[in-house]
């Protein structure tokens, strides 16, 4: 695993894209719903995190995009970003056909009508993909479909066995209690790792009645934002690169802080490193497919949506990146082990899971009486926090 899954801040120029006035689900779309396939196009560009359409360029062992151009006609032009906020300012140009989001970046998109509603019947995989991936916040609007799920993950407690002592149960560890490990602590940097406070706050403090870490009112983004000042003072060093993570956990200079199942998986025995999903719960991911409002090879785009979702193509594409496939069926063809590693279709591990949505103005928590802050805002906060 070679990958670099740096999903990190997001520049509040692009972030205020139509955010603050649009409701959660607004319907601003340029792009209509198709009503039938036609003739494949012969061509297919793709915007999405590195390995996530892998050719073989990487590694002639690595490859799922060859079996599909044969299989379509639509030969694939793919290329990978870094950040959220680049894909967003890349995908704008209008140069891509489709691409694979995250859920900080994917209502974006919909609000400012860069990706068209999804006809779900014309992707039969679709129909195999686990139900609590699908109509969520962060793939849906207003009742329509407007991503199709790649891969999903939680973000993991990770400690040294050896120095962390006794064994955490919680998040506690790395907020209220994060002094014990003062200069050792390590975060995820990126201002959606708000919601993780938010998480925490929601739990231990119940008084300021959040019950969704990612539809906060003033008051209880303010909450956060101390709590994360708070910790500031203990943490040692953010990451967004994974590669780094590891090795600050190898050489000691990370004894506990959040952390990816990929990232537990490389470490070597004598780090003396666990993972847990901590008592709160967790932030995570589900990373969705999305086609351009004026996508110019539409058929193409429905047909990779189809393909990236079938058996054999999404388990070689999940266990590539690291992260867990989004059907029952793409286990049979997974690395022995690899589904219950990542908690593949267990729906009662990921009802734990609080996956990356963007915050909006519009209170995803269903409240009326009052405005939330929207993504401009956390990332105001978020240059606050690390100063």
């Known amino acids: 695993m070679k990958l670099n899954k740096a999903k990190g801040l997001v520049a509040a120029a692009i972030i205020s894209l139509a955010l603050s006035g ?5 319907d601003t779309t340029g792009g209509t719903m198709l009503d039938k396939l036609g003739k494949n196009e012969t061509t297919l560009s793709l915007l999405g995190w590195p390995g996530y359409a892998e050719d073989g360029t990487n590694d002639p062992n690595t490859d799922w995009v060859t079996p599909f151009e044969k299989e379509t006609g639509c030969q694939v032009t793919f290329k990978s970003y870094g950040t959220s906020d680049e894909a967003l300012s890349l995908f704008k140009t209008g140069d891509y056909d489709a691409i694979a989001a995250s859920g900080d970046a994917t209502l974006r998109l919909i ?12 992707i039969p995989s679709y129909a195999g993909v686990y139900s609590f991936l699908k109509d969520r916040d962060w793939n849906s609007a207003n009742g329509k479909t407007y991503g199709v799920p790649h891969g999903y993950g939680a973000n993991l407690l990770m400690y040294n066995t050896k120095v962390v002592t006794p064994a955490p149960t919680s998040w506690e560890v ?11 602590v390590t975060a995820y940097d990126s201002p959606i790792y708000i919601a993780d406070a938010a998480l925490y706050l929601m739990k231990h403090k119940p008084e300021l009645n959040i019950t969704n870490p990612y539809a906060l009112d003033a ?29 600050s956990f190898e050489t000691g200079n990370s004894v506990v802080g959040t952390t990816w199942q990929v990232i537990q998986n490389s470490m070597s025995a004598k780090s003396n490193t666990a993972s847990i999903l901590p008592s709160e719960g967790a932030t995570g991911w589900s990373d969705s ?12 785009a429905y047909k990779w949506l189809d393909y990236i979702d079938s058996p ?20 049979q063809y997974a690395s022995k082990g690899f589904c219950e590693t990542y908690h593949a279709g267990d729906e009662a591990y990921a009802a734990q899971i609080w996956y990356w949505t963007t915050p909006i103005s519009k209170c995803l928590d269903g409240r009326t009486d009052v405005k939330c802050t929207d993504y401009a805002a956390w990332t105001k906060a978020w240059q606050e926090i690390k100063g």
């Not at 649009?22 to 607004?26: E, L, P």
């Not at 609000?111 to 014309?122: C, I, R, S």
Request: net charge neutral; aromatic share 8%; proline share 2%.
């Open 219 to 247: 008051d209880q983004l303010a909450a956060a934002v101390d709590l994360l000042k708070a910790q500031r003072a203990n943490v040692g060093e953010y990451w967004s690169d994974y590669l780094k993570s590891i090795q």
């Open 111 to 122: 609000a400012g009508g860069n990706v068209q509603p999804l006809n779900t019947d014309l």
């Open 174 to 184: 790395v907020f209220d209690g994060a002094s014990k490990y003062k200069g050792k």
């Open 312 to 331: 054999k193509a999404n388990a070689a594409a999940t266990e590539y990146f690291g992260e867990a496939p989004v059907t029952n069926d793409a286990c």
């Open 289 to 300: 497919w999305m086609i351009a409002s004026k996508a110019k090879h539409v058929n193409c």
């Open 22 to 26: 649009c409701a959660a689900g607004a």
